[in-house]
Every structure is written in structure tokens, then in C-alpha cells.
């Protein structure tokens, strides 16, 4: 597209605090955040990050074709630049306005989901989509795991939710392909950074606030009141949920939006009972205003769970589905990558390994309260801390898990820049030595070494890292690691030594 300068000022009215543009007319192909990506025509935003700024790159963008600089510190452009740029106050709302127009875009194109909360994420949000799309309803998911059109993966992205322009950029793919529901995880770091700038959510849930990025939050308060400003991206008309065993409502009164709740709370809109649940699936029924005792089964199992269907069920069921088809639809769902996975090949050997993400103290505690519910055998956790991330975490995630398991082996999760040994001492503090405990730094001789320790009827707890495929190390060094993929190796390897 080609856009006069004097409608570019237009767009930008208020925002804009100098402009340098002699061309007629700007020609733009599209909105990059990335100068390593630019292609001849696109804008540059010269963002400034927490590592990086992009003001830094703003000649490496033009080499490649940038056809307009959009930046906010005017001390940074070069020397002697005689290109297209404009200043301006608010960069962040700069791209948003500017990708949208581009796009041609607006969040009332969708009907949008937004979750946040420490745990439940990624499972609320799949299965919103699941549901969805077994009702043939055109969907699309940002999740930690995947970003999903419809059902082709588009993405296994790095960061929780992503930033403008690639947001924006997933809205365009998405409102070209006709998609109505927009459904994506919404984490702390998006909210503070305002990645979700300029996008308005027709529902917002909260599965829990409990500790977690204490290195990026000045303070547990400040992570608290981060999550609780999604409110502030509500539409008109939008609705709050929120777990009533884990969240008070009275403070969300004050949005004066409507706010639905749920959980084992007999005072809560939708009341949950009856939990029962087996090593393969579980059972739990569901009141509401609206019907009685209407029972929910799944393949999934684990209180936290119940949560996270519930949560599911409740946004599936104010869209418009009809509660049988969000039902049969719930129980259709095996789950998310990573997330209380089993890997099927162990149970032939007697005892069950599973994959799981759990890398907070609460959702340790969850993840290990789960199994413990599910065998009579021993509970055998590996797991570890990652690095440049919440130190205070690590003593605290140490106890829970001495508290909750019967064998635990301590390794490597993503060291980053971190001492890896620094941070086993840390976690360590926490460990009761009484229990029979190991440390193991190489992650997959850990892993071995706890699946060799099971005996029929235990279970194995490979916890931290989940869906990640990556191990991360200091100066940026990843090597592939997947746990699902590495214990099965490892599996079938002691299959084969026992001679089965």
C-alpha cells in the first residue's frame, strides 16, 4: 500500500513529536519489529527492549529496504540520516494504531478470549479452541505451545503471547481466513510490556496468582496487580471469570464488569462436585443457575483440572455452544503437550512416566498432589530451576517437592546464564537429606537414572521444561532436548536391557 504523509500524521495525531518525511508518498509492505527481517518496503519500530534496542538497528533496517523509521529517541537516529522516520511519544501505541491500519484490522473483528494466571494457561485455552473446533467454529489459538489457525500450526512460539506486530500479523492471517474466536494466553510479561496494546477482549479469565517471575516483577504485589490490569482490556460489555477457590471476587467489583465464578465454593455462579477420578480419566458434576447436576467426564485428570475444564466450559457455554457438544467435546480432548503427560511406552514397564511443566512452587505441588492420588507406589520427581529467573522461588520449590515425593533426583532445567550448580545449591536448601535424594546436572542421565529407580506401581515425575524443545545454556546456547522424546528413548533403552 502507498499512504500519504499527511494521513500518516493523521493517523498518529497526538502522538507524533517530530516528523522527517520528504517523500510524496510512503510506500509500506508491511510492520516489522526485527530489522533482521525486514523486506524492502516495511516499517521499522524501533523498539526498546529489556536486552536490546531497536533504535541500535535503525540503519541495519534501512540497508534492507525499510521504507519509514517509526522511533522515540530522537538522539538515536544517525547521523546525517536522510531517510523517512517520525518521533513519537508512545512507540508502543504508535505500532499498534500503525499495524492495524496497515492490516487493516480491529479487534472487533473477533470475538476474543484472554486468559491469565500463573497455572491453567495453556489447557484452558486449548480446550476453548478444541471445543470450538469440534463445533465447526473457525478458531484460533496463541498459546505457549502453538499458535494454531483453525488446525494448522503456524507456530511453536518463544514467548507466551507475542508482541505487536506479530499479534497483529496472526489477526490479518486470521480475519483473512474468516476466523471468528480469537483465543490466546495472556502472561504477566504481555501486559507489563503492553503486547496486548489496543487489543479489547470480549471475556477474561483467571485461573490463579500465585508466585512466579519475581526477577521481572519488582514484587509479589506488583505481579499481582500486572495480572489483575487485564480488566483494563475489556470490552464494554465484557465479562470476567475467575476461580472462586483461588481468587476473591470482590476485587474485581470495582471494573463494574459482569464476573462469573467457579469452584468446590458452594457460593460460586458455577459449583463444582462429586470429583472422582482414575489413573485414565476422571468424572466431576456441575451446577449453575442455568441447569443442575449436569456431569462432566474427561481423559485428563488432576484437580487443578477440574479448574481448567470448568473455566473452558463456562467460555464455551456464554460463545453459544450447547452444553452436551462443549461435554462431548471435553472428553474428547487428550490434553496438552507437556502438560501431565504420560508416556505410554512406560506403562509396559509397570510403573508410569509423566511429562509435566511444573516449574512454580504451586504448580509442583499440584502436579505431585495429582500423583499421589493415583498410585500406592513411590512418587520419583526430576527436576530442577531455571536460570536467570525468581531465585527466591528455588528453596521454596525444593520443599515442596522433598514434601511431596519418595525419591527426588535434582538436574539441569535451563542454566541460561546462570551457574548451574549455583542453582542446585539453591534448590537444594530446601530438600529434607533425609529423603533419598540425588543430583544428576546432565538432565538426561537424571532422567535415567529416575526411570531405572521405579518399581512397578511408582510413578515418575519429569517436571520443569514440558513442551520445550530446547535446553538453554550461557552465551545463548540451545541444544535440543524434548523430554517426552528423550524418556522415551530411554524407555524403550531399558526395555531392551531387560529383554522386552
Known amino acids: 500500500m502507498e499512504i500519504k504523509p499527511d494521513k500518516l500524521i493523521e493517523l498518529l495525531d497526538g502522538n507524533i513529536v517530530k516528523t522527517f518525511i520528504k517523500s510524496k ?28 534496542d531497536g533504535h541500535d538497528y535503525i540503519s541495519s533496517a534501512i540497508e534492507k529496504g525499510a521504507s519509514l523509521i517509526i522511533a522515540q529517541n530522537e538522539n538515536k537516529i544517525p547521523s546525517n540520516f536522510t531517510k523517512d522516520y517520525i518521533i513519537v511519544k508512545d512507540i508502543k501505541k504508535a505500532a499498534a494504531v500503525l499495524a492495524h491500519q496497515i492490516y487493516n484490522i480491529s479487534t472487533k473483528d473477533f470475538q476474543i478470549f ?9 489447557t484452558t485455552v486449548s480446550l476453548v479452541h478444541h471445543i470450538l473446533r469440534k463445533n465447526n467454529k473457525n ?21 507466551t503471547t ?25 502472561s504477566s510479561h504481555a501486559i ?14 483467571f485461573t490463579n496468582i500465585t508466585r512466579d517471575h519475581l526477577d521481572y516483577h519488582s514484587s509479589f504485589e506488583d505481579y499481582i496487580n500486572t495480572k489483575l490490569s487485564l480488566v483494563n482490556y475489556l470490552k464494554d460489555d465484557g465479562v470476567i471469570i475467575i476461580n472462586n477457590d483461588k481468587l476473591d471476587k470482590n476485587i474485581f467489583v470495582n471494573s463494574g464488569k459482569k464476573v462469573i465464578t467457579y469452584g468446590f465454593n458452594k457460593g460460586s455462579d458455577f459449583v463444582l462436585e462429586n470429583f472422582q477420578q482414575t489413573a485414565n480419566q476422571m468424572r466431576f458434576t456441575l451446577t449453575s443457575q442455568s441447569f443442575e447436576k449436569y456431569e462432566i467426564r474427561s481423559q485428563m485428570v488432576g484437580k487443578f483440572n477440574v479448574y481448567n475444564i ?30 501431565f503427560q504420560i508416556v505410554p511406552s512406560s ?23 495429582t500423583a499421589s492420588t493415583l498410585t500406592d507406589g513411590r512418587i520419583i520427581t526430576v527436576f530442577g530451576a531455571g536460570g536467570n529467573a525468581d531465585q527466591g522461588k528455588r528453596k521454596i520449590m525444593g520443599e515442596v517437592v522433598s514434601s511431596k515425593s519418595d525419591v527426588i533426583v535434582l538436574t539441569n532445567d535451563d542454566p541460561k546464564d546462570e551457574d548451574p550448580e549455583k542453582i542446585i545449591e539453591e534448590v537444594s536448601k530446601g530438600i529434607n537429606k533425609n529423603k533419598h535424594f540425588i543430583v544428576i546436572l546432565d538432565r538426561e542421565t537424571a532422567i535415567d537414572t529416575a526411570l531405572r529407580f521405579a518399581n512397578k506401581g511408582d510413578i515418575v515425575i519429569i517436571a520443569g521444561r514440558g513442551h520445550e524443545k530446547y535446553q538453554l545454556f550461557s552465551h545463548g546456547r540451545k541444544i535440543p532436548f524434548d523430554d517426552f522424546e528423550v524418556t522415551k528413548k530411554l524407555i524403550e533403552k531399558l526395555k531392551r536391557s531387560l529383554g522386552k
Open 192 to 205: 507489563a510490556q503492553r503486547r496486548i496494546e489496543d487489543t479489547k477482549y470480549d471475556i477474561i479469565s
Open 25 to 52: 508518498k510512503i510506500k509500506i509492505a508491511g510492520i516489522k519489529d526485527n530489522s533482521e527481517l525486514i523486506d524492502k518496503d516495511d516499517v521499522f519500530i524501533a523498539f526498546k527492549g529489556h536486552t536490546l
Open 310 to 339: 470448568t473455566n473452558a466450559f463456562i467460555i464455551a457455554y456464554l460463545l453459544g455452544i450447547d452444553k452436551d457438544e462443549i461435554a462431548n467435546a471435553i472428553f474428547s480432548f487428550k490434553g496438552v503437550r507437556g502438560r
Open 139 to 159: 478458531s484460533t489459538l496463541i498459546s505457549t505451545v502453538e499458535i494454531k489457525i483453525n488446525d494448522d500450526i503456524i507456530k511453536e512460539p518463544y514467548n
Open 162 to 186: 507475542p508482541g505487536i506486530v506479530e499479534l497483529s500479523q496472526i489477526l490479518k492471517i486470521s480475519k483473512e481466513k474468516n476466523i471468528q474466536y480469537i483465543n490466546m494466553e495472556v
Open 114 to 122: 484472554g486468559v491469565t494466571g500463573t497455572n491453567g494457561k495453556s
Open 347 to 369: 506403562l509396559s514397564l509397570g510403573f508410569t512416566a509423566i511429562i509435566d511443566f511444573a516449574h512454580t512452587p504451586d504448580a509442583l505441588n499440584e502436579v505431585l498432589e
